[in-house]
T-cell receptor, first 106, second 114 residues
Framework: KNEVEQSPQNLTAQEGEFITINCSYS?????LHWLQQHPGGGIVSLFM???GKKKHGRLIATINIQEKHSSLHITASHPRDSAVYIC????????FGTGTSLTVIP | DAGITQSPRHKVTETGTPVTLRCHQT?????MYWYRQDPGHGLRLIHY???????DKGEVSDGYSVSRSKTEDFLLTLESATSSQTSVYFC?????????????FGNGTRLTVT
């Protein structure tokens, strides 16, 4: 069973497009994290949120606790956004999604 | 960026040999974790530590042991490596278990067992 499900698994976009990655979870949580992993690279924390919405530059993360759902939006996507985006939730432990692989084509 | 260093970054070893991976932090964080990352799976917890000499098992702990003799170092040992342990291993640290404590990751160790 997967406590965290992400969609889509793979996503290809043209530069400039608006992108949405979705995350649904089945456990009670205290916080949700969005992580970014570049090919061959380490994992970087983008957002940590427990309610509402957060924005960093072109990235926006939202969470709906009642619906157990979060979205990560990228506005005006750029090839440097190409990476794997991982949703993780903090319940009694950390649970991780399998990631969404994003490729942004120039 | 959080100060986490994993070593080695890459390792190729033969089946049956012992292997030790090291995670070193300069943040003085209490919690340290070892995860493995495999295609089709999310990050899976191997072992974690909540203080010096305080460790506990994660969901995929079989075949692995850990030690934490100092706050800054968390070692992961494969006593007798098997091909199923070929993976990318990530160390992570956190200041605490509180709700909004972020999780910081190292750059990973790519281990190949031949």
């Amino acid at each position: 069973k997967n406590e965290v499900e992400q969609s889509p698994q793979n996503l290809t976009a043209q530069e400039g497009e608006f992108i949405t990655i979705n995350c649904s979870y089945s456990v009670g949580i205290s916080a949700l994290h969005w992580l970014q992993q570049h090919p061959g690279g380490g994992i970087v924390s983008l957002f940590m949120l427990s309610s509402g919405k957060k924005k960093h530059g072109r990235l926006i993360a939202t969470i709906n606790i009642q619906e157990k759902h979060s979205s990560l939006h990228i506005t005006a996507s750029h090839p440097r956004d190409s990476a794997v985006y991982i949703c993780a939730v903090r319940g009694n432990q950390f649970y991780f999604g399998t990631g969404t692989s994003l490729t942004v084509i120039p | 960026d959080a100060g986490i260093t994993q070593s080695p970054r890459h390792k190729v070893t033969e089946t049956g040999t012992p292997v030790t991976l090291r995670c070193h932090q300069t943040e003085n964080h209490r919690y340290m974790y070892w995860y493995r990352q495999d295609p089709g799976h999310g990050l899976r917890l191997i072992h974690y530590s909540y203080g010096v000499k305080d460790t506990d098992k994660g969901e995929v702990s079989d075949g692995y042991s850990v030690s934490r003799s100092k706050t800054e170092d968390f070692l992961l040992t494969l006593e007798s490596a098997t091909s199923s342990q070929t993976s990318v291993y990530f160390c992570a640290i956190s200041a605490g278990q509180a709700n909004l404590r972020p999780l910081h990751f190292g750059n990973g160790t790519r281990l190949t067992v031949t």
